[in-house]
């Protein structure tokens, strides 16, 4: 089965750009002995790393279903962007603030070059670059969205890679203020102070991140305006009288099942089953004959239910014409 794109290019650009920015980054942490920079060599790698495991979890949710999984493997995405957002929290920003809180209570003298700044530029361009492929993928998936919707509904592992870059060029202005503040003052507190803000920075965008998959994972409904959207389409079915209760749950990105119980029209139902006419001659044979009515009786309750199970498939594939990310529904009669 071919893998789709969606989803894959911000995370396979994010991986390219963030192993180049680490093996640069790394050399000049070497070269200056900065905290800061060190922080920030950290940091890219940690982002390859969780990058790499987004695009596990993408790769594998486009998996078909299986007997064991029947609904797919869509949550495979959550789960391997829940243990990188993990690895965000606790391989970048734990050894980040290690890192700045023992450079504050064992300082080290600094040896700046200006080949740091020239990384630091390096590093913004590549960040800046791959940010700008996160956030058209956002864009490109949710075209009619306001950013704010966009950030709530998107797929958590462009989300990821889109934070990720942003807090990365975020940290390459935090290194540079904090090493140049570092050159003109010569006390190294700025140089650990930079890295305890980095570290604070990774940290937020984990916690952000966890979260997010974390409702995923425990079965997060569809955004509330399709659900009342579906809801409508049931009720206008003139087969249907209400919706009693309806739940939802994400399957994957784009992938929703609906479980919703209603309650059928009987009216509606008879009058489909029993044309006038028809019923009219039907009353005529059996009034005056008990046993033809018995066989109408037995009739009746023969086809009601056919109908009912007819009217449900008519009604499911309405819902999936109409509503292309719904791929399971249950009906449920009350």
């Not at 006390?187 to 102070?193: C, E, G, I, Q, R």
């Not at 008519?314 to 014409?321: H, W």
Request: proline residues 4%.
């Amino acid at each position: 089965m071919a893998v789709p794109t969606v989803g894959l290019i911000p995370v396979v650009a994010a991986i390219a750009g963030n192993a180049l920015v680490t093996f640069i980054k790394t050399g000049a942490a070497i070269l200056s002995g900065s905290s800061v920079m060190f922080s920030e060599a950290v940091h890219s790698f940690a982002d390859t790393l969780n990058q790499t495991l987004l695009l596990i979890g993408v790769k594998r949710s486009y998996k078909k279903p299986s007997d064991d999984f029947g609904y797919g493997y869509g949550h495979e995405r959550f789960f391997w962007a829940l243990i990188s957002a993990c690895g965000i929290f606790f391989i970048g920003a734990g050894i980040t603030l290690y890192n700045g809180i023992s450079s504050l209570i064992n300082p080290k003298p600094l040896e700046i070059h200006a080949l740091v700044f020239i990384v630091l530029g390096v590093s913004f361009v590549i960040e800046s670059l791959t940010l700008w492929i996160a956030a058209r993928g956002l864009k490109s998936a949710h075209p009619d969205s306001s950013w704010r919707e966009r950030f709530l509904i998107a797929d958590p592992s462009t989300l990821a890679v889109y934070l990720e870059d942003a807090v990365a060029i975020l940290g390459v202005a935090v290194a540079a203020a904090s090493i140049g503040a570092t050159y003109y003052t010569g006390n190294v507190f700025w140089d650990a102070l930079g890295s305890l803000v980095i570290g604070a920075l990774l940290a937020g965008t984990a916690i952000i991140l966890i979260t997010k998959n974390h409702s995923y994972l425990l079965g997060r409904s569809i955004p509330e305006e399709e659900r009342e959207e579906i809801i409508a389409a049931l009720v206008a079915e003139p087969s249907i009288e209400r919706v009693i209760d309806f739940k939802s749950s994400v399957l994957g990105m784009g992938v929703y099942r609906i479980k919703c119980e209603v309650e059928f029209n009987g009216p509606a139902l008879f009058k489909e089953a029993y044309q006038r006419k028809y019923l009219k001659g039907q009353y005529e044979e059996v009034r005056n004959d008990y046993e033809a009515f018995k066989r109408f009786c037995v009739d009746y309750a023969d086809r009601i239910p056919r109908l009912m199970g007819k009217k449900i498939d008519e009604i499911e594939a309405m819902l999936k014409e109409r509503f292309p990310s719904v791929r399971h529904i249950d009906i449920e009669i009350n």
